[in-house]
């Protein structure tokens, strides 16, 4: 929430609104401002589909897998390599972990991936 900032009257009447409706649920299900912002979504880009995730590190985690499976099956199976910035933070999942390749990760965690320099 301080991302969106500190009690305003627009955010406190959405929260309630929705609190007197259905709170929180997964992605398996769906609700009516979730599908307003989807299709938001879908007018403004190139996207026929949007899906929501509940955190930054779900969000990387799925578009890996979708990036996997889009080379795996479009191109090679053997097309499975991440690349990414070394020590880039990409979440706290197993899998984003290790892409980041962060010196702090433990030996067990170690990154699998090739990595390129981060720009200064």
């Known amino acids: 929430m301080t991302a969106l900032g500190h009690c305003h009257p627009a955010l406190v009447e959405a929260l309630k609104s929705q609190g007197e409706t259905l709170w929180h649920t997964s992605n398996v299900f769906t609700n009516e401002p979730a599908l307003r912002l989807g299709q938001k979504l879908v007018d403004a880009t190139f996207a026929e589909r949007v899906v929501f995730m509940n955190s930054g590190t779900e969000a990387n985690e799925t578009a890996f897998k979708l990036a996997r499976y889009y080379a795996s099956t479009r191109h090679s199976p053997y097309k499975t390599k991440i690349i990414a910035f070394h020590n880039a933070f990409h979440g706290r999942s197993l899998f984003t ?24």
């Open 97 to 120: 972990v290790s892409v980041g390749g962060n010196l702090n990760t433990p030996t067990a965690l170690a990154p699998s991936g090739r990595y390129c320099p981060r720009p200064v």
